[in-house]
């Protein structure tokens, strides 16, 4: 479908450096780095919520079931 190669690799970085500069690159990095780990941990911590949310939900159901099948 869609795969790059060493070579286009190389290709994009010898642009990137000569449009951005050598000292440009590793603030740009470093920055990216940074928005990669926030979503992360926000995805992280929904994903929490909602298993959170379905564990409580999910397990105060199950409880009225078992209670109503047991007084029968």
Do not use: H, N, Y
Request: charge should be negative; proline fraction near 1%.
């Amino acid at each position: 479908m869609f795969g790059l190669g060493v070579q286009e690799l190389v290709i994009i970085l010898a642009i990137a450096m000569l449009f951005f500069g050598g000292k440009k690159i590793p603030e740009i990095a470093k920055g990216l780095g940074k928005g990669i780990r926030e979503f992360k941990t926000a995805s992280e911590k929904m994903t929490d919520d909602v298993t959170d949310a379905i564990e409580e939900g999910g397990g105060e159901e199950s409880k009225s079931k078992k209670v109503e099948s047991q007084t029968s």
